[in-house]
């Protein structure tokens, strides 16, 4: 069975401190993401990686960085936490598409952070 | 830049009525797209999916979606909703060739029952 598990389901983070959000997949997948999920704004893409070692921005990476040293881990950190950054992250895996659209993505159970 | 519209916000339905949520995308290429479902409290999961073939896609569940390409569009519909249903929809469609998918700003239908 597909899994893709999250270090923390909640979390609670005082301004300014540094935060790590841990993604594992047990798939093999080469992709990996890290969203953070707002009502009515749907999923918003902050990190992708693409391989070990490999990561590019997405749509809102201000504020956050990645790690990722191995191909089942990934990593989301918080540099300084701040208010704004009170969301649902959620972490997803899939296979490489080699070239051709998107492959179906896996997600996590998300982690729930609150930065008071 | 590509973007993925859901046209409805908030659906209230009752039980056994039917289902049709809307989903278009601006990306004139070819697409991949998907339909996944949250339910109350847990993960995100895949409902549905056209990559090629039959515009008609079933997915889990009874669900079905209609990729009209003329249109831009693939929406999600059910014949019947059950109040299990009752959960947030959102559509995506991949970014080009990149293997990533962007969403829609999904969908709460709520089923009373």
């Known amino acids: 069975d597909v899994k893709v598990t999250q270090s923390s389901r909640y979390l609670v983070k005082r301004t300014g401190e540094k935060v790590f959000l841990e993604c594992v997949q047990d798939?093999?997948?080469?992709?990996m993401f890290w969203y953070r999920q707002d009502p009515g704004l749907g999923l918003r893409l902050i990190y992708f990686?693409?391989?070990?070692?490999?990561?590019e921005k997405g749509d809102i990476p201000e504020g956050y960085s990645v790690s990722r040293e191995k191909k089942e881990r990934f990593s989301l950190i918080l540099e300084s936490a701040s208010t704004n950054q009170t969301s649902m992250y959620l972490c997803?895996?899939?296979?490489?598409?080699?070239?051709?659209?998107?492959?179906?993505?896996?997600f996590g159970p998300g982690t729930r952070l609150t930065v008071t | 830049a590509q973007s993925v519209s859901q046209h409805n916000h908030h659906v209230i339905l009752s039980e056994a009525a039917s289902l049709e949520l809307g989903c278009n995308y601006s990306?004139?290429?070819?697409?991949?797209l998907f339909w996944y479902v949250q339910y109350p409290g847990q993960h995100l999961q895949l409902l549905l999916k056209?990559?090629?073939?039959?515009?008609l896609v079933k997915g889990i569940k009874g669900f079905e979606a209609e990729f009209i390409k003329s249109k831009f569009s693939f929406n999600l519909r059910k014949p019947s909703v059950q109040w299990s249903d009752t959960a947030e929809y959102f559509c995506?469609?991949?970014?080009?060739?990149?293997?990533?998918?962007?969403f829609g700003q999904g969908t709460t239908l709520q089923v009373k029952p």
């Open positions: 997803a895996s899939s296979t490489y598409s080699l070239g051709f659209g998107a492959n179906e993505q896996y």
């Open positions: 798939m093999d997948h080469e992709n």
């Open positions: 990686s693409y391989d070990v070692k490999m990561k």
């Open positions: 990306y004139g290429g070819t697409v991949n």
């Open positions: 056209y990559f090629s073939g039959d515009p």
């Open positions: 995506a469609v991949n970014e080009g060739n990149t293997g990533k998918l962007i």
